[in-house]
């Protein structure tokens, strides 16, 4: 059961976009400081923030590493409380210079918005170590997760790896990437791209949003991610009875 709870609470925090983050003030002494920021999740489940120098959190985080984000499933009617949310707490630093040309690149493939933020007010990439999570999948189905049980372990492939998985699918199979979101999300759109692989999923971007695909399985090497987008893309040629080549021939 905590096994299934730490998967739901992943995938939750896969699926979103946005989440209301917490530090603690450096104006206001001991107080919480909430605002609603986009975030990016890494390979292995951190969050990854692009927060603009003169902003609060930076201020905030500088004094004090310690935040919190919450992630939740908004009700589009009823009782917000039925749904599931997550509250993930743990400690961020700046990304160090070393990984940050090749996360920003990452980060701005999922928010092409944030190319234009290089030129303006001294951004830079915050990533959040997670202590614990506390997820809430509805009435009665609480639990909190710990560190070990959140972690996912760092696949064989790295940034550039990704990049290049990315681009082939985005040059070489964009009608599979049309084809994955609509099997997926009921989304027909003209122009998809892939911009991001995780072990346990990737994203595909149309319309000006991000759309996240799970994985039946865990992928750890390239060959892995190869034989999902494969299934996936055969999956959806056969419920849509097309026929044209398969992703990542």
């Known amino acids: ?5 730490a998967f739901e609470a992943r995938t939750l925090v896969r699926q979103s976009s946005v989440c209301v983050i917490s530090t603690l003030s450096k104006n206001l002494q001991g107080y919480p400081f909430g605002s609603v920021s986009p975030f990016m999740t890494d390979s292995q489940g951190r969050l990854v923030f692009y927060i ?19 992630v939740f499933d908004a009700a589009e ?6 749904h599931a949310r997550v509250t993930i707490v743990g400690d ?11 996360l920003l690149e990452r ?7 944030a190319i234009s933020y290089r030129q303006a007010h001294d951004f830079q990439l915050w990533r959040m170590d997670v202590k614990r999570v506390r997820y809430i999948g509805g009435f009665g189905h609480i639990f909190w997760i710990e560190q ?7 696949p064989e492939w790295t940034l550039e790896d990704e990049k290049r998985m990315v681009e082939h699918m985005n040059d070489d199979h964009a009608d599979a990437n049309q084809l994955m979101l609509k099997l997926i999300h009921q989304i027909e759109a003209e122009h ?18 991000n759309y996240y695909i799970q994985f039946e399985n865990v992928c750890m090497d390239s060959q892995a991610v190869r034989m999902e987008l494969v299934r996936l893309t055969k999956l959806a040629r056969k419920e849509f009875n097309t026929s044209t080549e398969t992703a990542q021939d």
């Open 148 to 154: 070990n049980e959140w972690d996912a372990q760092e």
């Open 192 to 209: 998809v791209i892939m911009t991001t692989i995780v072990p346990d999923g990737c994203y595909l971007r149309a319309n000006e949003k």
């Open 77 to 82: 009617q009823g009782d917000q409380n039925a």
């Open 1 to 5: 059961m905590r096994e299934q709870a």
């Open 107 to 113: 980060y701005e493939r999922q928010y092409p918005e």
């Open 52 to 70: 603009a120098g003169i902003a609060q959190h930076s201020r905030n985080l500088t004094e004090d590493s310690r935040m919190c984000a919450t």
């Open 92 to 102: 961020a630093a700046p990304v160090p210079a070393e990984e940050s040309d090749a």
